[in-house]
Structure formats: C-alpha cells, structure tokens
C-alpha cells in the first residue's frame, strides 16, 4: 500500500519562505509532484520530477520554487522562496504517473498515488 504524508507547511509573510516533504512508502516511481488546491478552485500543478531528475515548473513559480528527491529518505521535498500571497494553498504531493511529458506531469488526473495535504498560507 502506498502511503504518501506531507508537512513542512505554515504561515509566512511575503518573501519568506518554507520547505515542504513529502516522505512516504513504495519510492522508485516514474514521476512525482506537487499540487496545490484553494476551496472552491481546482487543483493546480505546481513542480513535478521525472525521468531521474528532470523537473518541470508551473509558470507562476519558476525561478521561486525548487522540487528535489532524496531517495535515501524516500522523501521529495518543495523548497518555496519569495513566497506571495497567492501562492495560499493546501499543498499535496502525487507519485506515479500514466504520463510523464509535460504538460501532462502537471496534471492531477494522471496522477495515481495523493498525500492528505500541507496547509501554506501567505500573509502580505
């Protein structure tokens, strides 16, 4: 049974920063990411890793957040600088994917495997 537990989430003030993980059980899959939802919107793809290390951003946050594997820990994390307030979210990680080719690894239906969630809110 695949398990996957996020936490690192907070409340921060625009600029800071915070750095999510994601660890969990059955590693080894062909692709990993992060989403992040706000009541009411869809779930939205933040960063996703594939293909042993290629990674691949959502626009809004290229150049501020950063997606890594440490597969010794079996743990993905999402490091978040120059955080704004837009960026409010419950985060979820996803592992394993029908599709690894972006755009489709920012997509949430190809996903196979959910983490309940990490709450991020950023204050201005």
């Known amino acids: 049974m695949v398990q996957l537990v996020e936490s690192g989430g907070g409340a921060v003030q625009a600029g800071g920063s915070l750095r999510l993980s994601c660890t969990g059980s059955g590693y080894g899959f062909n692709c990993m990411g992060w989403f992040r939802q706000v009541p009411g919107k869809e779930r939205e793809g933040v960063a996703a890793t594939y293909g042993g290390g290629v990674t691949y951003y959502a626009d809004s946050v290229k150049g501020r957040f950063t997606i890594s594997l440490d597969n010794a820990r079996n743990t993905m994390y999402l490091q978040m600088d120059s955080l704004k307030p837009e960026d409010t979210a419950m985060y979820h990680c996803?592992?394993?994917?029908?599709?690894?080719?972006?755009?489709?690894?920012?997509?949430?239906?190809?996903?196979?495997?959910w983490g309940q969630g990490t709450q991020v809110t950023v204050s201005s």
């Open positions: 996803a592992a394993g994917c029908h599709e690894t080719t972006p755009p489709q690894s920012l997509v949430s239906d190809n996903y196979n495997y």
